[in-house]
């Protein structure tokens, strides 16, 4: 980015459309230029190439406003910062779908299909369910589950679980939108399955019952649950579907790297769920997504109801989404290939190290002390947040701007770069940096101290 605007042949285009319009148009072609690098390696663009395409962009008057950034904030599935950062894999499927494609046509009939096709078989064998189909989130998977199983029938609920995740869900709105009354049981600590009985005495046409996943609200102490397995067997005993909301959609018992308490969509399933439903972009690190997997008879109901109609999955986020998945299919081994996993199960050397090779660029820069900091960080997205990951991150001091006036240069400038704010040092968090940005934070903390 300097070295582009630096270069003699930007001053004309300065001259024309400013500094800040020519530095903005230059990034957005320098982004474009990556996405390039990472499918066709050997797309080196000239600085003289990337000038003339931001001139080119700048005089057709195309303004981007969203950019890549460095997150240095070390919570690995940032809502703010677009959740699951994608796979290679996930990024090319994406691109090469961005044209037309067989979505929703069978090559060999030359007949109509159902877009579903593509990812049925592959939620399938990813998770061990019957079937499953995917939307445009997991809210809109849970409004669909309930609107397509319990069709207006009541929704029995624990209290404990009638939570709001942020972003507006609330588990009693949802089920209110979905056409069925919430029928509440237990109290906010405790619910027993005696609880349920006797709501289901209270309402014989209670259809479902619907347990949540609290996401990022814990109750801890007293309190009490029955097992899923114990309430599916209560469920079926009665005639009633267990619909099990999870949010984060962990696929890999995340368990081996001393993250224990978050619970596998297989492992649901088995307890007897009916269906499960949970989010494309959360701990399963695809696009943005909400997946319902579970038995055919019910994945049919949500495909061939009028909401998934109006929910539908893209053709970029479906392709994105299958590509992911087939990473989750052995021999691969996803805590190494997909991104979000792949940050959150490595080991606290491997970010150490990480952090030697930023302070070994930055030692020399003038105005600036740094410093490397054994710190927490936390997986985010509603998903385990009890559980802190030891972190390393490097703090920055400058002796010409405050923590504040440094942590604004960080963000605002070329690559924009996010960390977080502590006793007046800016903290840049290693777990969530990929080691072929280092080179590239290191020139981003150079221009703004
Ligand atoms: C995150 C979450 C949702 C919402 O998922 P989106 O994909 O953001 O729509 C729903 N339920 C639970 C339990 C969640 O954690």
């Not at 950034?69 to 090469?96: D, F, K, M, Q, W």
């Not at 209290?159 to 609330?170: D, S």
């Not at 009354?181 to 600590?189: I, K, P, Q, R, S």
């Not at 814990?218 to 209560?234: K, S, V």
Request: charged letters at 20%; a negative charge.
């Amino acid at each position: 980015m300097g070295a582009v605007c630096a270069d003699p042949a930007a001053r004309p285009l300065e001259a024309r459309f400013g500094a800040p319009a020519v530095a903005k148009a230059v990034r957005a072609v320098l982004a474009q230029a990556r996405t390039q690098l990472s499918i066709d390696p050997l797309a080196v663009p000239s600085i003289a190439g990337l000038l003339e395409a931001a001139g080119c962009r700048l005089a057709d008057g195309a303004r981007e406003t969203l950019f890549p950034v460095i997150n240095a904030t070390g919570v690995v599935i940032h809502t703010n910062l677009g959740r699951a950062p994608l796979a290679p894999e996930a990024v090319a499927a994406a691109i090469a779908a961005g044209g037309y494609g067989n979505l929703e046509l069978d090559l060999d009939s030359g007949r109509r299909s159902s877009r579903h096709d593509h990812l049925d078989g592959l939620i399938a064998e990813v998770s061990g369910a019957e079937a499953g189909l995917a939307v445009n989130n997991c809210a809109g998977a849970v409004l669909l589950a309930l609107a397509a199983v319990a069709q207006g029938a009541p929704v029995i609920v624990s209290r404990g679980e009638l939570v709001e995740i942020g972003g507006g869900f609330r588990v009693p709105d949802v089920v209110s939108q979905s056409g069925s009354a919430l029928v509440e049981v237990g109290t906010t600590n405790r619910t027993h399955l005696r609880d349920y009985e006797q709501a289901l005495g209270d309402h014989p046409d209670a259809k479902v019952i619907l347990r949540t996943h609290p996401s990022n609200f814990r109750i801890t102490g007293f309190t009490a649950a029955p097992a899923l397995d114990t309430l599916a067997h209560f469920a079926h005993a009665h005639g009633l579907l267990l619909v099990e909301d999870l949010g984060g959609g962990a696929l890999v018992d995340l368990s081996p790297y001393g993250i224990a308490d978050e619970p596998t969509v297989q492992a649901s399933l088995q307890a007897g769920a009916d269906l499960v439903l949970f989010s494309g972009d959360k701990l399963l690190g695809g696009p943005q997504a909400g997946i319902a997997a579970g038995r055919r008879e019910l994945v049919e109901r949500l495909a061939s109801h009028p909401l998934a109609r109006a929910l539908r999955l893209d053709k970029l986020s479906l392709a994105a989404l299958a590509a992911t998945l087939r990473l989750y299919l052995p021999p691969a081994d996803p805590t190494e290939r997909v991104p979000v996993l792949r940050m959150l199960t490595q080991p606290a050397e491997a970010v150490a190290a990480r952090a030697e090779a930023l302070m070994s660029r930055i030692a020399g820069f003038p105005a600036l002390e740094a410093e490397i900091r054994e710190t927490l960080s936390y997986a985010g997205g509603g998903a385990m947040p009890m559980h802190a990951l030891p972190g390393r991150a490097v703090a920055l001091r400058s002796a010409r701007f405050s923590a504040e006036d440094l942590a604004w240069r960080l963000r605002t400038g070329a690559t924009p770069v996010l960390g977080r704010i502590e006793q007046d040092l800016v903290l840049l968090e290693l777990r969530t940096i990929a080691d072929a940005e280092i080179p590239t934070l290191a020139e981003a903390i150079c221009a703004a101290s």
